[in-house]
């Protein structure tokens, strides 16, 4: 028995290792890189604490060597998901009853599996079935989803211990239940952290949850399940189902009555998808899902021209072709000064010359593969339209080769048209698009910001002017959930800039904060009396010699009721 007041440890940001050459980090990950490179892997289906082999196999390859094979990973249908239910809704009544102490070990156990000994192996299998660098793999699968676990067992133990107020001869609480069902968790190929972070985030609030990886990026989420399983979570708490076809799970995953919840990320069109089907399905459910969910973004730079040309191009160069530009916050809307735009050309192009692409295991790579062919082929596709249109022209990049992996340079778009297709639609590549305007056209320049894309999720403002700042962020206030001030529109960190967007780029529910957690829960009022009350009677309507008067006047004048 367990019957201490425990208090979690504060959580901090997981420091993040640079892989210098000649550090011990640099050399540990790439004696993991090549431990993987030489294994081919079987992945499951796991459900209830068990792997579940059905048979039906697709190939697993690295986008920059798509000839290599990594592994193969069995596919889920509705069998699987039949299971899984079962598997959730079983260990549900045990996994909400334990004690919260008991729950956030096992998370914070994670944290601390994938800060030691697991780290070059999260850190190598996203390199390898991602296409990161190092850096960015150490930012993401290490950091990030240290960063989560971490800040969100602290969280869910401040929301345990908001109570509400007391009055004499009574005790006020406030439960806050699991959902009445369990969570199925959607997650993308570009973040291992926000794979990671989805499912175990309902988790750690007494739910239990179908998880269904992206395709794209179940290698690094087979490490990941190993991991969880590693920390002593329960058998059936998170059921992992990988399936190219998301139909396939997600489909009776959504029919079932015991759905409460969908945590996603993904395309706007998919989401979408899903908020219909649970409209649609919306009698079959217990209770109304909580719905949860980030999209993508259409993300900006804008400068005034009293901002700093170089800062400009550097926040160019990182926001837009890091990871490719497959990360939803990429900047791939650029509005630059006229007065300021040939100094920004300058020192974006001197920059844009140094970097090489290529596989990620090559250090010296800045940029490297996009994560597959589909994208590959999309990406080209609006390089390729925009060669075609007379309003826009390529001045940098614009070459790709899919030979041996699916590589795209760096390519930036200048348009005279600010509503051209590259500046309104998210491309998820390393493509950005510039429209210079006219110095005196800046507050012109805000109106096209906020009104040419319908997604919300990142944006920044570069000026010295604060006046100028003040307006940006005045007018721009709907146009971006994440907000920067002379920086990049990238990189947020757990703990310090809570991450989403509204409009088509989601449900801005913050994640890395407590107000994601606030919806996996279901609260119960409870009030307790110490004495109750053993008649009906209140002192107001006992009788009082010096109301006579007045209650003889009101009734007429006899005390009789007044007709």
């Known amino acids: 028995m367990n019957n201490a007041y425990t208090t979690t440890p504060p959580p901090s940001n997981e420091p993040t290792l640079e892989y210098a050459p000649g550090s011990p980090e640099r ?11 030489q294994q081919e892997i079987e992945i499951p289906a796991y459900i209830n604490g068990q792997a579940v082999k059905t048979g039906t196999t697709t190939r697993v390859a690295p986008p920059h060597d798509h000839q290599h094979t990594l592994g193969h ?5 509705a069998q699987e998901v039949e299971q899984a239910i079962d598997a959730a809704m079983s ?25 030691g000994r697991y780290r070059d192996t999260l850190n190598a299998a996203t390199m390898l079935g991602q296409s990161k660098n190092a850096y960015q793999a150490e930012i993401d699968a290490a950091c990030e989803l240290i960063d989560f676990l971490r800040f969100n067992v602290h969280y869910a133990e401040q929301i345990y211990r908001d109570q509400p107020n007391n009055a004499a001869g009574m005790w006020n609480q406030m439960q806050y239940r699991p959902l009445e069902g369990f969570v199925f968790a959607v997650t993308p190929f570009n973040f291992t952290a926000i794979q990671g972070n989805l499912p175990t985030a309902p988790a750690i609030l007494g739910n239990t949850v179908l998880w269904k990886p992206a395709t794209r990026s179940i290698y690094s989420a087979y490490f990941l399940n190993e991991i969880f399983e590693e ?19 997600g489909t009776p995953a ?12 993904g395309s706007m069109q998919t989401f979408d998808h899903l908020w219909q089907t649970i409209g649609e399905n919306l009698k079959t459910y217990k209770t109304y899902p909580t719905i949860v969910g980030e999209t993508g973004g259409k993300d900006f730079i804008v400068a005034h021209e009293t901002a700093n040309p170089k800062q400009i191009a550097t926040a160019i160069v990182r926001g837009s072709f890091e990871y490719q530009g497959q990360k939803c916050s990429a900047a791939s809307r650029l509005y630059l000064p006229e007065s300021l735009w040939p100094e920004i050309e300058e020192a974006m192009t001197s920059q844009l010359d140094e970097i090489t692409v290529g596989p990620p295991e090559d250090f010296t790579n800045f940029v490297n593969a996009v994560i597959d062919e589909r994208a590959f082929d999309e990406i080209t596709g609006y390089i390729e339209d925009a060669r075609e249109d007379e309003s ?50 800046f507050e012109d320049v805000l109106e096209l910001v906020d009104e040419t894309s319908p997604y919300a999720l990142t944006g920044s403002i570069f000026a010295k002017d604060r006046s100028v700042v003040k307006k940006a962020l005045d007018r721009l206030e709907q146009s971006a959930g994440n907000f920067y001030i002379n920086d990049k529109p990238t990189g947020s960190i757990v703990g310090q800039q809570p991450f989403g967007g509204a409009r088509k780029s989601g449900t801005n529910d913050k994640a890395g904060s407590p107000l994601n957690l606030l919806r996996w829960v279901s609260p119960r009022s409870v009030k307790e009396t110490f004495d109750a009350p053993e008649h009906f009677a209140y002192k107001f309507h006992q009788p009082d010699e010096d109301d006579e008067a007045l209650v003889g006047h009101a009734a007429g004048g006899d005390g009789s009721v007044a007709s």
């Open 392 to 441: 826009a022209e390529i001045i940098y990049g614009g070459t790709y080769d899919k030979s041996e992996g699916y590589f795209i340079d760096p390519t930036v778009i200048k348009v005279t048209d600010p509503k051209q297709r590259t500046m309104q639609e998210e491309i998820f590549g390393p493509v950005t698009t510039v429209y210079v305007y006219a110095d005196e056209d």
């Open 231 to 249: 920390a002593g979570l329960p058998p059936g708490v998170i059921n992992m189902l990988p399936a190219d076809d998301g139909a396939k799970v």
């Open 73 to 77: 990973v069995h596919q889920s249908g």
């Open 91 to 115: 260990a549900k009544k045990e996994w909400a009853a334990m004690d919260f102490s008991d729950r956030a070990a096992i998370f914070l156990r994670m944290a601390d599996l994938i800060a």
């Open 254 to 265: 959504l029919e079932s009555e015991h759905f409460a919840g969908l945590h996603f990320t």
């Open 27 to 37: 050399r540990s990950i790439q004696q993991k890189l090549r431990e993987l490179r």
